[in-house]
């Protein structure tokens, strides 16, 4: 199977987040040090926890695009934790990239769906025929409760 320049891109971005998760976890006074972050050290740990999650998803899952997707979300929660300026600017390149992975990936799998359509012009949603469904309502509306 030919893999797209995207896919190729998303792998990457998978290694990379499970990388990085392994450090915010093992390391999270050095990683909350290097970004400035404004969070304790048990939350930069689970910064690395999302990270781990997103980078399995991307690398084991069929469709990588949702979990790109999910890595965006989790650069706006870091740029939100985030105030060294050299942190901010690497934060806002790999979102980039990010964004733009994930948007292309999302392209190239609405692409590979299969198109399929179905036409129920035919059925009118009645058990029965039109006809023979005239006055039910009033009958069963005539009911005791």
């Not at 304790?40 to 991307?58: K, P, T, W």
């Not at 190239?108 to 949603?125: N, W």
């Amino acid at each position: 199977m030919h893999k797209s320049r995207a896919d190729a891109v998303g792998c990457g971005l998978g290694f990379f987040s499970i990388a990085l998760g392994l450090a915010e976890i093992v390391a999270p006074r050095l990683v909350k040090q290097a970004a400035g972050m404004r969070c304790s050290e048990n939350m930069v740990r689970v910064h690395g926890v999302r990270e781990i999650a997103s980078g399995l998803g991307i690398l084991l899952a069929w469709k990588r695009a949702p979990w790109v997707w999910a890595r965006v979300a989790g650069d706006a929660v870091d740029i939100a934790s985030a105030r060294r300026p050299a942190a901010l600017v690497a934060l806002a390149g790999v979102t980039a990239l990010d964004v733009a992975t994930a948007a292309q990936l999302s392209r190239e799998e609405q692409a590979s769906l299969p198109h399929t359509y179905h036409d129920y012009s035919d059925r009118s949603g009645f058990p029965r025929p039109a006809a023979e469904m005239r006055g039910v309502g009033r009958v069963e509306a005539r009911l005791p409760i």
